[in-house]
């Protein structure tokens, strides 16, 4: 019987807090921030329990090529340090630090981030001496996107951090991850008779500390270490998904100035699936304001721990708003999965098993912007594209929820967004997925399809006009009008 994700989550906290501490948060293994098929992936020895010798073999034989490739590492930092050569000239002690992600779709937007929206600007009109870091998530290309983030707001600096680490970082970075796989592992060992489930996911942590994961978190923390300076940096502002850089981001400046102070802006919808957000709230409270998009997530996080400060900031996602249920918008399908190769195949393989048996209905997929598509969703899409009541939409997502009878969702913050467009939300996956339901708690809002008949059966049978609920008291509740103003009172 495999491990369920939520007792392995428990797992790794009490392993994390008991036996070892929030440093070893340098590796996201310790910290499970969303229970989605690919963040379970990498547990699939502990959940089916391996045998423990299979892990000590595997040590010996894993670090030593983990090492060798951290080695080609090198190289690549002194080839890549034209990087550095762009990103040193632009240090400097700040009051406030942003820590953003740097997808092209956030770096290419002008006026405003993605995720931070207008608070930035908001934040350097009182303190001029405010940066926004962002993490560089391309292959290639660091000139271009430092281009284009010249092209934003000259009052405060947008700085791209490098791909790799400094040269001698790599070396430090090398020295850190082994003292900390060797104290797993030796952990491990004295654990084995006692918990072998402990012993297990402290065996399976000392093979991972290598990874590129445990280099991001490094490199992150250490580029932002570069614009913190004691006294000077007031406020620190960081997404919040319940990674483990986060926690990790505040355990180490905490340490440096226990006066400075975090703030993290809750941006895209929380769901119970998000359980690292649930464990860092329960154990991350000093110096902690949450800035929430309505006082429906607020009210959600006061029940985990009312230590943190939250304040409604509100947010400016696209809303839809239609009174049109004519008959051609009720023939219109939209899906919207979230930005998983898992869930957007998933969806692919549902909307082809419903073309052919609702040939009056138009099924149109939307691609979340941060997908980066698996050869086999681009295989599949090629392939789709011979259905004529199939298409790939290209339209502004107020036009598509506008135009669109029902939305087939999952985890995507559209679903709440199609509220008020007077669509039909329908959550699709089996009931493992339901605390991925962006819609959680709230009853008579939306229908549950568990395989493709159920979606057929609703999308055939449902007079939307009459089973659509226009619900703008829940919207607001989840997607207050943004107010920065409140800002103020930090």
């Not at 900390?180 to 399976?204: D, H, M, P």
């Not at 399809?449 to 449902?462: F, P, Q």
Request: hydrophobic share 40%; charged share 20%; with cysteine.
């Amino acid at each position: 019987m495999k491990l369920d994700p939520n007792v392995l989550s428990e797992k790794l906290e009490s392993v994390l807090s008991t036996l070892l501490d929030a440093n070893y948060l340098l590796n996201p293994f310790f910290r499970i921030s969303k229970i989605t098929p690919e963040q379970i992936k990498k547990y699939f020895l502990i959940r089916n329990n391996f045998p423990r010798v299979f892990y000590i073999v595997g040590f010996f034989i894993i670090i030593p090529i983990k090492l060798l490739v951290l080695f080609f590492v090198i190289p690549l930092s002194m080839i890549n340090n034209y990087q550095y050569k762009i990103y040193n000239t632009k240090i400097r002690a700040s009051n406030n630090i942003f820590l953003s992600h740097g997808v092209y779709s956030n770096l290419e937007k002008l006026a405003t981030d993605r995720f931070f929206d207008l608070l930035p600007n908001f934040v350097a009109e009182s303190s001029l001496n405010t940066t926004i870091l962002y993490t560089f998530q391309q292959k290639f290309g660091y000139r271009k996107m430092d281009k284009l983030l010249n092209m934003k707001n000259p009052n405060f600096q947008h700085v791209l951090i490098p791909k790799f680490l400094r040269l001698f970082e790599n070396l430090t970075f090398m020295k850190l991850a082994i003292k900390y796989s060797l104290v797993c592992f030796i952990t491990g060992f004295r654990t084995y008779r006692k918990n072998q489930t402990e012993s297990a996911i402290l065996f399976s942590a000392s093979l991972t500390f290598l990874n590129r994961d445990s280099y991001s978190n490094y490199l992150i923390i250490s580029r932002v270490k570069d614009f913190f300076n004691k006294g000077t940096t007031q406020r620190i502002f960081l997404t919040m998904e319940g990674h483990s850089y986060e926690q990790l981001i505040i355990e180490n400046l905490s340490d440096l100035d226990q006066e400075v102070m975090f703030i993290l802006r809750q941006h895209s919808p929380i769901t119970p699936n998000h359980v690292g957000l649930k464990r860092f709230l329960e154990t991350k409270t000093k110096n902690l304001i949450v800035l929430t998009t309505g006082a429906y997530y607020k009210n959600y996080f006061e029940s985990i721990s009312n230590n943190p400060k939250y304040l409604i900031l509100g947010s400016s996602k696209e809303i839809g708003f239609s009174d049109n249920f004519n008959l051609t918008r009720n023939l219109v399908i939209l899906y919207v999965p979230e930005a998983s190769n898992f869930t957007t195949l998933d969806f692919i393989y549902l909307i082809k098993s419903l073309v052919l048996y609702s040939p009056d209905h138009l099924h149109i997929l939307r691609l979340h912007p941060d997908l980066r598509k698996s050869f086999k969703i681009w295989l599949l899409l090629k392939q789709m594209g011979k259905y004529k009541n199939f298409k790939l939409s290209t339209e502004d997502l107020v036009e598509d929820l506008n135009n669109s009878g029902i939305i087939v969702y999952r985890s995507s913050a559209v679903a709440i967004q199609a509220l008020s467009s007077g669509s039909m939300p329908i959550f699709y996956g089996n009931t493992n997925d339901d605390n991925s339901n962006v819609l959680w708690g709230l009853k008579n809002v939306f229908h549950t399809a568990r395989k493709a008949n159920d979606v057929l059966e609703l999308i055939k049978n449902c007079d939307l006009k009459q089973a659509t609920i226009k619900n703008n008291t829940i919207l607001e509740s989840m997607l207050n009008l943004i107010d920065y103003s409140v800002v103020r009172k930090i």
